[in-house]
């Protein structure tokens, strides 16, 4: 497809879609559907409403919320009345908040529930651009001069007569018009306001066309990950522009409650969610009988071999078609009864898959497309073709996008879908280009065959005192898959040798602890009882036994508290802030270096 202002593809898929069913989201325990119709009239009047709230062209439209269909619907009307949508995290702390509303200037501030509309109102007079608050969630009370609900933000849309203004405005719409600002999250310096346009985002629906299986409108998409983040953002833009069902997950803790609900065909995750349902799977194996671990292993043993014949495009003799069908119907079938039994392929970027687990998957019949991309490439990069991928690599570029590797090892990436700039910042955006190369900041090798492989941040390698190189983010992605880890972070920059914080999953952990009568009050108590710490030993040793010997963790601590992004050692996309982190902990990691090893 060639650039477009989004609202043309939009208002293209009302008339072709109309009665048909777009949205779908749970309220009080049951589901309700949107048609294309009805998202159509609901954009329109919130349209008018921005504009009656005095938002002109180019103004800046915050969305500070959950994944809900209001987001969707606050995000196109924004963009029917050629203004910018700013997402902000809807875990972002207020001051964070505070930060995006007054870099971006935002006029008016969509707000999902109580959470986010309490820390609107507490910055919202140190917010001189703001004028409204508008709050998504109908059992919020409002308390506020400037807040309004949606429900009535919506009804002054409908009763408004900007229709004019709104088909004004759409005339002069451009594919060079400015969408979106998305504030990076930071993990050194403050945040930058990353500009997308229309054609950064709409070219890219031709780039997939291209590569994904296909999608039409009896595709359901679970939408999962933020919306704030723009791999979401990106994804939903693209099953809108196919015609795919969108159901929301408004709480992310019950992920597999809404899978088996929704039961999608397709569904955008990051390598946290693959590792969680790998480590669960395994665990509940460890407790299961000798004979059933057997037929476990058999069966994707079995899977694997049949899954890489399919994907090779070989002969598959009819003893292994035989023998896959009992596996499936034993064992494989159930694996994919966790994700609600019909997702035909999983987008999966933002940070290292294991290849353990991403092989794992394909033998259970769940294809996850791993792919690479970056806020400032608008997402996707690269990703596997459906068939001849390579496992552990993130695939090759999409067409129109040219990827090389610096002499440093630096990715560089160029083509249409890089961005504009960053908001208010020449200095940062002439640092991140190397002519018409955009520096990604990862560190990579692109193989034969033409697939990339993903080594590391070139900020986050490591060298240790002895001169090793490391890449912590692939041992984090390593030890952080078993059931009984919930965050790691590796330590080693200068050092002699490698350790690591590590936050154990204490649901599972409590568990272990009372199924193996070990005392404990308190958290505490929990990872300072040396039968606990022995047990993390042996659990770390085993997921690390392939790791070259400088890559081991030598020494470890573990942690009471979980990393928090009020903390400030994680940010909101869940990415460790290691200097803070570091300086956190900065006497528990001393500790572990005292004496040496």
Known sequence: MEPKHLSVVFNERIAKYGSKTILRHRQDGVWKEISWTSLGEQVRAVAKALIESGVMEGEMVGIFAGNRPEWTIADLAAIQT????????????????????????????????????????????SCPSLSHIVVMDASVALDHPAATSFAQFLENGKASTADPEIDQRLSRASSEDLLTLIYTSGTTGEPKGVMLTHGNVSITAGYHDERLLPLDERDVSLCFLPLSH???????????????????????????????QARPTVMCAVPRFYEKIYATVLNRLESAPPSRRRLFHWA????????????EEEKIPLSLRV????????????????????????????????????????????????????TETTATVTCHEPRHFKFGTVGKPLSGIDVKIADNGEILV??????????????????????????????????????????????DLMKTSGGKYIAPQMIESLIGADHYIEQVVVIGDGRNYVTALVVPSFPALEAYAAAEQIPFTSREDLVSNPRIIEFYRKRIEERSKDLARFEKIKKFTLLARELTIDGGEITPTMKVRRKAAASKYEELIEAMYLGGD
């Open 300 to 311: 994707v043993r079995t899977g694997a071999e049949y899954g890489n014949k399919f994907k």
């Open 82 to 125: 050629r203004a910018v949508s700013v997402p902000i995290y809807p875990t972002s702390t207020a001051s964070q908040a505070q930060y995006i509303i007054n870099d971006a200037r935002v006029k008016v501030l969509f707000a999902g529930g109580q959470d986010q509309y309490d820390k609107a109102k507490s910055i919202a007079a």
């Open 414 to 459: 160029r083509g249409k879908t890089v961005m504009k700039g960053y908001y208010n910042k020449p200095a940062e955006t002439a640092a991140v280009f190397s002519g018409s190369w955009f520096r990604t900041g990862d560190a990579g090798v692109i193989e034969e065959g033409g697939y990339l492989r993903i080594t590391d941040r070139i900020k």
């Open 230 to 260: 723009v791999f979401e953002r990106a994804w939903t833009y693209y099953t809108l522009y196919k015609g795919v069902v969108t159901c929301y997950c408004d709480d992310p803790a019950h992920v597999i409650e809404f899978l088996q």
């Open 323 to 374: 023998a896959h069908a009992l596996a499936d119907r034993l064992v494989l079938k159930k694996i994919r009864a966790i994700t609600g039994g019909r997702v035909r392929f999983f987008p999966c970027a933002g940070a290292p898959l294991s290849q353990e687990i991403e092989e794992f998957f394909y033998a259970a019949g769940m294809y996850v497309c791993y792919g690479y991309g970056l």
